[in-house]
Each structure stands twice: as structure tokens, then as C-alpha cells.
């Protein structure tokens, strides 16, 4: 065999060995993702129904509400995340509102909440955050009022329904911090040998950091002298992007409650079942070129669905007072990635009410 021969035999098993190791020894491609969520939103719905007659229009009414989250499960898809802790989080907010109903049954309004965010991350002490939540700012019309029977002004109610459109805006004027207060990495294996490696973020603001629109649409039916039904939908859509250039997916629900009076218009019970959807984020994700300029490019994270009973009491201690509790119990869950969601949720508010 010739000497160059024998060179070229060399180089190509030279070649095939190096490529051999490279490709052995080399680690596992690796991706990494980066998702960020929110919780403090939703939460057990206010108690809207009097048992009560309402004074006729106009007519002011004052509220205060009182209410409660707890988070401390956290979800990959539609079961539990055991892997790694997460942390726990609490939240409670006290609002004032104000409405005014005119005599044309259309209604202008505005809450204000205020409220603390408490915060358990799994190896760190506990922090606590107090400020104001996001106001709000709203109108309503009543669509349909209730059809009374034949026979003069004085005659029941007869199919006693109402329907009411509300839409609103949100103004982020509550806190809002744009660091993460709770942070998971999560490292799992991937198709081809390679290495998936996600970051989940978990914000814990009281205030969402951008504006927004509020709108649902609310059925009242009294189906019997002691029996009322409400059906309701609601939507939040976001308007603009916060501080650090997220735009928060948007909020849907859907909500049917039954209620029965133990006391004619002094005590009642309520039960029924809520439906949420909040869809995805979008974040803006760093990414490098070829020759190392950093570059964003938005991406859509962190979606989740709820489905949650409700059980609750209605009290008027007084005609021109209305009071309520509601306990709001998630009985299924589905999580986009990792998320910390809801344990349980609770809330409580009274409404006074006065013709003018």
C-alpha cells in the first residue's frame, strides 16, 4: 500500500473518532423556558341579590366587602406538583363602593379596594405588602325589569326577571411589584436526550400594573317566593402592557347560583358552581443572535381553568341592609406549565341602600 494511501486511511479514522467523542462526550441540548403568572385575581364572588325590595329610584347604595384567597397548591396540567416546593401565598382586600341608580335603571359606580398580600416562599422568611388595589370604575343598565300580573299596582310580581349589562374600566393605580416573589426551576428530560429547563415566576401584586375592561351580564330570576336563580358571564380584557412589558391574558367566567329563604326576606342560603378561564400571558422572552445581540421575542405562557362550587348565606337585618358570605371551593383545576393556584377563597360584604 502506498504512503499516501495509508495517509488518507489515517485521516479518515481520525476524523470518524473525533466526530465519535464529540458527539458522546458533548452534553444534552438544552432548552429554557420562562413562564410568569399571576395570582390575587377572582377569588369567591360578592353576593349581588337582596332579599329585601329595594327602595324605588334614584337610589344610593354604600358596600363593603371583605375578601379572602389562599394559595398554596401548585399544578402542572391537571395534577398536583410534587416535585419541587412553590411557596404559599395569602391574600385580603377590603373595598368601599358606591352606586347610584337613576330612575332610567341605569346605574354609575366605583370600588376601591385596599388590602395586604402575604407571602411564604419555601426556604425564606414570610413577607407581608399593604397598599391599595386597583379602582375601579363602572356602569350598568337594567335591560328587562320585572313583568307584574294583571290586576292593578298592587299585584305580585308574576315571572319576576331581570337582566343587567355592566361594563367598567380598571385603572392600575394598585401596587404593583415587578419582581417575582416566587421563583421554581424545573429541570426534566426532553425528546432526543435533551434537557428541558423552565423558570416559573409567580407575581404577587395587588394591583395587575395596567388598564383594563370589565364587562358581564347578569340574569335574575325569582322562580317561586322563595327561590331566585342567577346566571352570570363576565370578561376582563387587558388595554395595555405593565412595567415590564407583560400583557396579562384575558379573564373569563361564568357563574350559576340558586338561592332559597329559610325567613322570607330576613335569611337565605345559596349554592351553584363558577367556571373560570384566564388565557395566556404574553411575555417577551430574550433570545441571542448569532453574533450575540440580545433580542426579544413575545411568547404566550401561563393559561389555567378553574371549576369551583359555591355555598354561601344571604342576611337583611334591616330593609335598607343587606348582608352576604360566600365560600368559593376549587373542585378542578388545569395549569399551563407550573402555577401556584387557588386553595380556597372566601368572601363577605353588606350593602345599604337609600332612596333619594
Not at 124 to 131: N, Q
Not at 159 to 184: C, F, H, K, M, N
Not at 200 to 228: C, D, I, K, P
Not at 234 to 250: E, K, M, N, Y
Request: proline share 6%.
Amino acid at each position: 500500500m502506498s504512503r499516501a494511501r495509508r495517509s488518507a486511511r489515517r485521516l479518515r479514522w481520525t476524523l470518524t473518532l473525533a466526530w465519535a467523542a464529540a458527539t458522546f462526550a458533548s452534553p444534552a441540548h438544552a432548552h429554557h423556558g420562562t413562564s410568569t403568572t399571576r395570582v390575587g385575581d377572582g377569588g369567591a364572588p360578592r353576593v349581588g341579590a337582596r332579599l329585601s325590595s329595594l327602595p324605588p329610584a334614584p337610589r344610593l347604595e354604600l358596600g363593603l366587602s371583605l375578601d379572602t384567597q389562599y394559595f398554596d397548591r401548585a399544578r402542572a396540567g391537571s395534577e398536583a406538583y410534587t416535585k419541587l416546593p412553590l411557596g404559599s401565598v395569602w391574600v385580603n382586600r377590603l373595598s368601599l363602593s358606591a352606586q347610584l341608580e337613576l330612575a332610567s335603571l341605569t346605574s354609575v359606580g366605583v370600588r376601591v379596594p385596599t388590602g395586604v398580600v402575604s407571602v411564604k416562599p419555601p426556604e425564606a422568611p414570610s413577607h407581608s405588602s399593604t397598599g391599595l388595589g386597583d379602582v375601579e370604575l363602572f356602569v350598568a343598565q337594567e335591560l328587562l325589569t320585572p313583568l307584574r300580573s294583571l290586576g292593578g299596582a298592587g299585584a305580585r310580581p308574576k315571572t319576576p326577571v331581570r337582566l343587567i349589562l355592566r361594563a367598567g374600566v380598571v385603572a392600575p393605580t394598585g401596587v404593583y411589584e415587578p419582581d417575582s416573589q416566587l421563583t421554581l426551576t424545573d429541570v426534566s428530560g426532553g425528546p432526543g436526550g435533551s434537557i428541558g429547563v423552565n423558570t416559573y415566576n409567580t407575581r404577587t401584586s395587588l394591583g395587575g400594573g395596567s388598564w383594563a375592561a370589565s364587562g358581564a351580564l347578569t340574569l335574575h330570576w325569582q322562580l317561586s317566593s322563595r327561590t331566585a336563580m342567577q346566571l352570570e358571564t363576565a370578561l376582563s380584557l387587558p388595554l395595555s402592557r405593565t412595567s415590564d412589558d407583560i400583557l396579562w391574558g384575558v379573564d373569563e367566567s361564568m357563574r350559576g347560583l340558586a338561592s332559597f329563604e329559610l325567613l322570607p326576606e330576613r335569611l337565605g342560603v345559596l349554592g351553584g358552581v363558577d367556571y373560570r378561564r384566564h388565557a395566556s400571558d404574553e411575555i417577551q422572552r430574550d433570545i441571542s443572535t448569532a453574533g450575540g445581540a440580545p433580542l426579544t421575542r413575545p411568547e404566550r405562557v401561563g393559561g389555567r381553568r378553574e371549576l369551583a362550587a359555591l355555598a354561601g348565606l344571604q342576611l337583611a337585618p334591616a330593609r335598607s341592609l343587606s348582608c352576604g358570605v360566600l365560600l368559593h371551593l376549587p373542585l378542578w383545576q388545569h395549569a399551563s406549565g407550573v402555577q401556584l393556584v387557588e386553595t380556597l377563597s372566601a368572601s363577605a360584604n353588606c350593602a345599604w341602600t337609600v332612596g333619594l
